[in-house]
């Protein structure tokens, strides 16, 4: 099972964490009951503050949420 590390509540069900898995994002599974995303992005999505370069995040949301 992925280390998924720090994990951030989005609000409703929606969650996200910092990829930190060993190859390529593309091969995270997630939790039963979640859709995932990658997203490579350069501000921190909580607080909005610039990180100082790109990151993999994912963000879970919940089987047949809203996009």
């Given amino acids: 099972m992925q280390d998924m590390g720090k994990m951030y509540?989005?609000?409703?069900?929606?969650?996200?964490?910092k990829w930190e898995g060993e190859g390529d994002v593309r091969g995270y599974r997630?939790?039963?009951?979640?859709?995932?995303?990658?997203?490579?992005?350069?501000?921190?999505p909580v607080?909005?503050?610039p990180i100082g370069f790109s990151e993999w995040w994912i963000f879970l949301q919940p089987e047949g949420g809203e996009q």
């Fill in 9 to 17: 509540h989005l609000g409703g069900g929606d969650f996200c964490f």
């Fill in 47 to 49: 607080t909005g503050e």
């Fill in 30 to 44: 997630p939790p039963a009951g979640f859709e995932a995303t990658a997203d490579l992005i350069d501000c921190h």
